[in-house]
Nanobody, 124 residues
Framework: QVQLVESGGGLVQAGVSLRLSCAAAGLTFGDAAMGWFRQAPGKEREFVAT???????YYPDSVKARFTISRDDARNTVYLQLNSLKPEDTAIYYC??????????????????WGQGTQVTVSP
């Protein structure tokens, strides 16, 4: 059974940084592409970042200069560094994993495994 557990969210002021972590179990972590998505109240789930098995990364333009995804295969953990946070970054942040050897994707449909989410709230 695949389990993904996010941590690191919180209530912060605009301009500061946070690092989110997602610990994975029940899968061969190095074989999975990992993604981060977020969902704000009343909005659809939004792609934030993805990292392939090779370490290649991809971001939407809205976060490219501020967010960094990384992975530590020895620790079965994926990270999301959030810098220069803005109030519009307020959302629940979810990590997700693909099935083994499947490619990284910007689409949430590509990820069958999801964590429970961690809340990030950015005050002005």
């Amino acid at each position: 059974q695949v389990q993904l557990v996010e941590s690191g969210g919180g209530l912060v002021q605009a301009g500061v940084s946070l690092r989110l972590s997602c610990a994975a179990a029940g899968l061969t972590f190095g074989d999975a592409a990992m993604g981060w998505f977020r969902q704000a109240p009343g909005k659809e789930r939004e792609f934030v970042a993805t990292i392939a098995q090779s370490g290649n990364t991809y971001y939407p333009d809205s976060v490219k200069a501020r967010f960094t995804i990384s992975r530590d295969d020895a620790r079965n953990t994926v990270y999301l560094q959030l810098n220069s946070l803005k109030p519009e970054d307020t959302a629940i942040y979810y990590c997700a994993a693909t099935k083994p050897l499947m490619p990284a994707s910007t689409s949430h449909f590509a990820y069958p495994y999801w964590g429970q989410g961690t809340q990030v709230t950015v005050s002005p």
